[in-house]
């Protein structure tokens, strides 16, 4: 018997976190039953679950890293009718989703999966598993600007957790900088918020890490399979920095 919750993020339905927003809503049955309170246990091999009225089924796990060009959307679906990431991986017969989001304008690596519990790891704030990015602005910002940025800059939602930041390139033909900053948090348009409060707005930004996992070789708009021992190492760095955010 498990947690209705982690049933349903093992079903790919979504994140846990989105399955017990599901719940809370009506949206689940047991058996015909309608389920609203979280922690309810169900036998996956026997009882019959529906959401919205499809019955659930065990898929198998599937873990993509893709490379998200501009101007995607990251979800899966849009009722705007704009190109979104699962169109460039229509070969994938699974329902998979985005783990965590890249804003329209951001390019780069991009986990997708259908185990809801993989992604939680990933992207639940105690687990602060660090993302790099590729930040390109006009001019080079002094050193004393990248220290904010190091040391933590005070944002409308709050201070920022401190960041690694260093200059990546330096192109003088082009007057532009290629910023390389790693950050521990997933706020909304963070990276780019941080570069408008030290007055350097950006003009490009490519998401080239997630964890230890590099965008190294994945051409844009293309995909691969994660390894299993990438796979591994993803869920053990989550581990990790969860450690020692706890140990703290």
């Known amino acids: 018997m ?3 919750q982690k049933v349903l993020a093992e079903a790919g ?3 846990r976190r989105k399955c017990e927003e599901l719940i809370t809503a009506g949206r689940v ?14 036998d996956a091999s026997k009882d019959v679950i529906t959401v919205d009225g499809r019955k659930i089924r065990q898929e198998k796990k599937v873990y993509v890293l893709f490379n998200k060009p ?14 979104i990431v699962t169109d460039f991986l229509e070969d994938i017969k699974e329902r998979i989703y985005p783990v965590g989001r890249l804003d329209y304008d951001t ?8 185990d809801g519990e993989f992604a939680n790891l990933l992207t639940h704030p105690r687990h602060h598993v660090p ?3 590729h930040a390109t602005v006009k001019g080079v910002p ?10 933590g800059i005070e944002l409308e939602d709050g201070m920022t957790a401190p960041a690694e930041v260093d200059y990546y390139d330096i192109d003088p033909a082009k007057k532009e900088t290629i910023v390389s900053i790693t950050i521990y948090e997933g706020r909304n348009r963070q990276v780019r918020r941080m570069f408008d409060a030290i007055q350097f707005p950006l003009i490009k930004l490519k998401r080239v890490q ?20 990438e796979i591994k190492e993803l869920t053990e760095e989550a581990l990790r920095t969860h450690k020692i955010q706890k140990d703290k």
């Open 107 to 114: 390019e780069g690596l991009l986990l997708l999966t259908n």
């Open 13 to 15: 339905v979504a994140s």
């Open 29 to 42: 049955q047991v058996n015909d039953e309608v389920v609203t309170t979280l922690g309810v246990k169900v």
């Open 2 to 4: 498990e947690r209705l």
């Open 131 to 133: 993302r790099t990015y």
């Open 210 to 229: 997630f964890g230890p996992i590099a965008l190294t070789g994945v051409p844009r708009g293309k995909f691969r399979h994660l390894e299993a021992k």
């Open 70 to 83: 501009k101007g995607v959307i990251t979800s899966a679906s849009d009722p705007g009718g704009r190109k």
């Open 142 to 151: 002094h050193g004393s600007l990248l220290d904010k940025l190091r040391d």
